[in-house]
């Protein structure tokens, strides 16, 4: 079955950096797309990137573009989100999930049960 | 980016009754609309993809509509499990975006 586990998050402070990854099973990973999505406390859910099967192509929300990096490693079934010039309202639970198409962009189909980040001094 | 607006906020419902949830797109998305449900302290779960194909394992009480700009959600009995908060996303182009979501909870 598909099984996606995140890591990483922890306490951080403001204007510094802090790498998440996410280890996928079950599937073939370098076959899908992979998603990173977030969850403020109390608040919704706020899409933040997406990386191709091969690595090749990436796309990010306005909140992040320039400050986060979404990467990904196949052979190590590993996607991985490095978020640098933290701020405090980066604060969430950070969600990796798995895209519902093969080959191509399309929707965050399987869902980890997310890491939490809290930025704060 | 995409704006997708969700009404009503929140809802309040019996067991058994019928629920419909809205979400509009601020231009248009085809179908490239999805349903998400959450229940607190997990992660969402998709239930809908392409505005009305259900995603495998999801009890066909649930059911989604529209194209455009204009989309539904309906839970035709609601069970005691499907009080939650529901979410609209849409995947057109990115960035993609999702709807300020739905709680409905019992009546």
């Known amino acids: 079955q598909v099984q996606l586990v995140e890591s990483g998050g922890g306490v951080v402070q403001p204007g510094r950096s802090l790498r998440l990854s996410c280890a996928a099973s079950?599937?073939?990973?370098?076959?899908?797309?992979m998603h990173w999505v977030r969850q403020a406390p109390g608040k919704g859910l706020e899409w933040l990137a997406i990386?191709?099967?091969?690595?090749?192509?990436?796309f990010f929300a306005d909140s992040v573009r320039g400050r986060f990096t979404i990467s990904r490693d196949n052979p190590k079934s590993t996607v991985f989100l490095q978020m640098n010039s933290l701020r405090a309202d980066d604060t969430a639970v950070y969600y990796c999930?798995?895209?519902?198409?093969?080959?191509?962009?399309?929707?965050?189909?399987?869902w980890g049960q997310g890491t939490l980040v809290t930025v704060a001094s | 980016d995409i704006q997708l607006t969700q009404s009503p906020s929140s809802l309040s419902a019996s067991v058994g009754g019928r629920v419909t949830i809205s979400c509009r797109a601020s231009?248009?998305?085809?179908?490239?609309l999805n349903w998400y449900q959450q229940k607190p302290g997990q992660a969402p779960k998709l239930l809908i993809y392409?505005?009305?194909h259900l995603q495998s394992g999801v009890p066909s009480r649930f059911s989604g509509n529209g194209s455009g700009t204009d989309f539904t959600l309906a839970i035709s009995s609601l069970q005691p499990e499907d009080f939650a908060t529901y979410y609209c996303?849409?995947?057109?182009?990115?960035?993609?975006?999702f709807g300020p979501g739905t709680k409905v909870d019992i009546k």
């Open positions: 990386i191709s099967f091969d690595g090749n192509s990436e």
């Open positions: 231009q248009t998305i085809t179908t490239f």
């Open positions: 996303q849409q995947s057109f182009n990115t960035p993609q975006t």
């Open positions: 999930a798995r895209d519902l198409n093969r080959y191509a962009f399309g929707n965050p189909e399987y």
């Open positions: 079950g599937f073939t990973f370098g076959h899908y797309a």
């Open positions: 392409a505005a009305s």
